[in-house]
């Protein structure tokens, strides 16, 4: 009964997503990584425990060698337990950052394969399996 409540609470779907990041809450940073993101928030899997939070907090993805290119948004936590943090994105995710959490989507799939048969074609993992593919 409550996982259809959750459901029907839920404006967009939870995707999940294994890529590193950091949480600094008040004068803390903690290494974190995602479990899942969704339009809404995330759910993060911490080094430690978080005991409390004050202040503000900001989640923060880096992008390469660049620090311009790192995802920094502000958010609330919702929930904490043990080492486990929901947070809420305090403000709503713009095209850039949908984008950055889509490339970090994408970077943790396998790449695509060309299977060289009777008509050359595209496979993506998932779709066929070994045996198949001689």
Do not use: Y
Not at 104 to 129: A, C, D, H, R, T
């Amino acid at each position: 009964m409550t996982e259809q409540r959750e459901r029907e609470r839920r404006a967009s779907k939870r995707i999940v997503l294994r890529a590193k990041a950091s949480l600094r809450a008040g004068h803390r940073t903690l290494p974190a990584h995602f479990l899942n993101v969704s339009l809404g928030g995330a759910l993060l899997q911490l080094a430690r425990e978080l005991r409390s939070a004050r202040g503000p907090c900001f989640l923060s993805v880096d992008f390469g060698r660049d620090p311009e290119e790192a995802l920094m948004l502000p958010v609330t936590i919702t929930d904490a337990a043990g080492a486990c943090v929901r947070v809420r994105w305090e403000r709503a995710l713009d095209f850039s950052d949908l984008l950055k959490l889509r490339r970090l989507k994408e970077q943790e799939l396998q790449p695509v394969k060309v299977v060289n048969g009777s008509l050359p074609m595209l496979v993506w993992p998932g779709q066929v399996s070994p045996d198949e593919v001689r």
